[in-house]
């Protein structure tokens, strides 16, 4: 069955390091999408790619990264963590407009 | 621009009760409306979604929802909560016009109670 993952499922990490979270899909979507879930604030989306070589800045992208080298995985680059970015963070990829889009299990990262 | 408004971050309902989730969009096309749940320590799956045709759609468990473009709402109800709906419910929103992403309302925590 096709499937999306995220790796690591936890990190701890310390200020100033850099992190790259993982997502891989084997549905062959073009979409790719990673957000961050914080209390109150449902999901934000970070960045998004439509295809191979194609990013795109979401609403809460300052510190953020990606990079699409491929259909398969979008990897999220904190370039240097801070403790404003301890959040869930959720990789999700959909076929197109209006389609259903799957999600990851997500990636709990803690920045101390 | 869109955004979603999601009245009510937390509801209880007892075990056989209307359940009543709401949702209100703002957008400058029409939209397609999505409603996603999900459980404790896992990620979001899809209830059900409207794109064009009938407004009342059905999702899975038991869940529908009706589009109201006067009311600029998508409401999601059940008619009767069991205890494994608890759960957090998002509202989301896409344009119909291009592009592809995704705009979350910020949950409503769903408890259900004997």
């Known amino acids: 069955d096709a499937e999306i993952t995220q790796s690591p499922r936890h990190k701890i990490t310390e200020t100033g390091r850099q992190v790259t979270l993982a997502c891989h899909q084997t549905w062959n979507h073009n979409n790719m999408f990673w957000y961050r879930q914080d209390l109150g604030h449902g999901l934000r989306l970070i960045h998004y790619?439509?295809?191979?070589?194609?990013?795109n800045k979401g609403e809460v992208s300052d510190g953020y990264s990606v990079s699409r080298s491929n259909t398969e995985d979008l990897p999220l680059t904190l370039e240097s963590a801070a403790s404003s970015q301890t959040s869930v963070y959720f990789c999700?990829?959909?076929?197109?407009?209006?389609?259903?889009?799957?999600f990851g299990q997500g990636t709990r990262l803690t920045v101390v | 621009a869109q955004s979603v408004t999601q009245l009510g971050s937390h509801v209880s309902v007892s075990e056989g009760a209307l359940v009543l989730l709401r949702c209100n969009y703002s957008s400058s096309v029409p939209p397609y409306l999505f409603w996603y749940v999900q459980y404790p320590n896992q990620g979001l799956q899809l209830l059900l979604k409207y794109t064009t045709g009938a407004t009342l759609v059905k999702g899975i468990n038991g869940f529908e929802a009706e589009f109201k473009k006067s009311e600029t709402s998508f409401h999601l109800t059940k008619p009767s909560a069991h205890m494994s709906d608890a759960a957090e419910y998002f509202c989301a929103v896409s344009e119909t016009g291009g592009g592809n992403k995704l705009t979350f309302g910020t949950g409503t925590q769903l408890k259900v109670e004997l």
């Open positions: 999700a990829s959909m076929k197109g407009a209006g389609t259903e889009a799957f």
């Open positions: 790619s439509y295809g191979v070589q194609d990013t």
